[in-house]
């Protein structure tokens, strides 16, 4: 089963992706890192790809386009595999759908915009050690103090209150179009972002295989 996962910065489509992955027995296929991986090796798609990255300009469409060809021709996809974070664009879904990749299913994560603000504004990560707490929903012992290492708790930049709320503007006017795309197509279907972990997962699962 061939799989994408929609929702805003923040929804936690990485965390289900992980899960869903693990209960399906299919790959995840992450834009961020197909990219590193192609960079890695050297494939044409990739040494395109290094030739923007090297400038510090965003890989454009037709190069990410290629990547993702080149991964999801690999045999551990020939079961299906879950897309998170492609495509963003409806260009890149109509250049999904030239490719002749067929899509079976397109899940939504819905979470509202003042709890993807609280959450993502709330994250920390340990500057030594690298694990991530939040001050709202997973706090330290010791308020700024990593309870693993003693490392120093700081915010990233990409976390900050008004990087998060340019990431959701960039959301809705690029990537939320998507959603009426794929319902045209009758493949869209939606979850509930803000239940228990282990609750979206039950309900993705049960869209999934409905």
Known sequence: MNIILLGAPGAGKGTQ??????????PTVSTGNIIREALKSGTDMGKKAKSFVDKGKLVPDEVVIGIVKERIKKDDCKAGFIL??????ISQAEALDD???SIDRVVDIEVDDQEILK????????????????????????????DRCAGTLVQRMDDSLDTVKERLSVYHEQTKPLKGYYEAQGKLVTVDGQQELSKITDDIIREIEA
């Open 84 to 89: 998170d974070g492609f495509p963003r664009t």
């Open 17 to 26: 992706a992980e899960i869903i992955c693990d209960k399906l027995q299919i």
């Open 119 to 146: 959450r993502m504004s709330g994250r920390r990560v340990c500057e030594k050690c690298g694990a991530s707490y939040n001050i709202n929903s997973k706090k330290p012992k010791v308020e700024g103090v990593c």
């Open 99 to 101: 490719m002749g990749v």
